[in-house]
């Protein structure tokens, strides 16, 4: 992907977007948080929990040795922290750190992703006796390509699938952790995780939505985009939540224009939209050499990324975020 003047920003940069199963305990977040920013050559772009789906997505960057090690402390101090037998909310997991991918940004390589991915699932694994899947770009095995086939059954599901010749980890014991559950580590593309409301409470709604726009719905779905129905209790609704894996194929406004056209169809309304996470200038259709963002604001507005929390342009899109953390650091 481009990511703008190349002058303002360092070499080979790999970006890791971990999802961890906690987002209603500020001390765990913090002290994961905190992990992460001890490894020199790190930069924390973002952190951003959801209470109801109980996840918290952190984002961060640098070159690849440091970014390894970043994610390795945050493993470490999830583990430490976060009980999976206690844990409830929206999202499908597998453990306490659900997911961990890498992802080639400016002057990197998914080579270097794939690379990143397997060192840190071998530590993981052998020092933390984590169980971990290796996925997506990463994968070892061609059944384990798509996280939703890691997920089947969630970490509920795990006590018995484990132990399945079919299912034993890439690294780590071939047992059931039940404290830390198991994690997937990969490499992928830039993706972007883009959920739109609905004004209803009605999940069955919601998934039918969800059940037509994504892409294996081959008649009626949308190129490159996945999808589920789910009910955020922090907001008192139902929401569309997706996973937009190439936006130059399909975009945030065509994913927003369709659920809302299928939302009218069944009386309900679509009253807003979010993005979880970072997301690239070009998402919100910026220009690679703009250094601002007020051209931004009626896109946001459309999508009304506002509806549930404020969408901070500079916080939230990847160049901005990233530019702005450099100079700091300057």
């Not at 080639?104 to 694994?125: D, F, H, N, V, W």
């Not at 994968?139 to 086939?149: G, H, N, V």
């Not at 409301?197 to 985009?225: F, H, N, P, Q, Y």
């Not at 369709?258 to 070009?282: C, H, M, Q």
Request: aromatic share 6%; charged share 30%.
């Amino acid at each position: 992907m481009s990511m703008g003047k190349k002058s303002e920003l360092q070499s080979n940069l790999i970006e890791c977007v971990p999802n961890f199963s906690e987002a209603r305990d500020p001390r765990t977040i913090a002290a994961i948080a905190e992990a992460i920013e001890s490894v020199p050559g790190t930069l924390l772009l973002g952190t951003d929990p959801g209470p109801g789906a109980n996840r918290t997505v952190f984002t961060f960057a640098g070159e690849k040795e440091p970014v390894i090690e970043s994610a390795y402390r945050a493993l470490a101090k999830a583990i430490e922290h976060i009980d999976m037998s206690k844990h409830q909310g929206a999202h499908p997991r597998i453990g306490a750190c659900d997911v961990c991918p890498f992802v080639p940004l400016e002057g990197s390589t998914m080579k270097s992703c794939i690379e990143a991915a397997r060192e840190l699932a071998y530590r993981a694994g052998n020092n933390l006796a984590l169980p971990v899947y290796l996925y997506g770009k990463a994968a070892l095995d061609a059944s384990r390509i798509e996280l939703a086939d890691l997920r089947r059954g969630q970490y509920e599901g795990l006590r018995t699938r484990i132990e399945s010749e079919s299912f034993l980890p890439d690294f780590g014991p071939a047992g059931f952790n039940e404290r830390s559950g198991a994690t997937a580590i990969g490499a992928r593309e830039v993706l972007v995780a883009y959920n739109v409301s609905l004004d209803t409470d009605d999940l069955k709604v919601a998934r039918k939505i969800a059940s037509l726009i994504r892409e294996s719905s081959t008649e009626t779905g949308l190129k490159k985009v996945k999808a589920i129905g789910w009910y955020m209790e922090e907001y008192g609704l139902c929401q569309v939540s997706t996973n937009i894996l190439d936006y130059r194929i399909t975009s945030l406004k065509s994913v927003f224009d369709r659920v809302k056209k299928e939302a009218k169809d069944r009386g309900v309304a679509a009253v807003g939209s979010e993005v979880i996470g970072l997301l690239p200038l070009a998402a919100l259709g910026g220009e690679d050499d703009s250094e601002s963002e007020p051209h931004l604001e009626p896109v946001v507005e459309y999508l009304g990324l506002n509806r549930h929390k404020p969408f901070r342009i500079r916080e939230r899109v990847l160049e901005y975020r990233l530019a702005d953390l450099k100079k700091d650091k300057s």
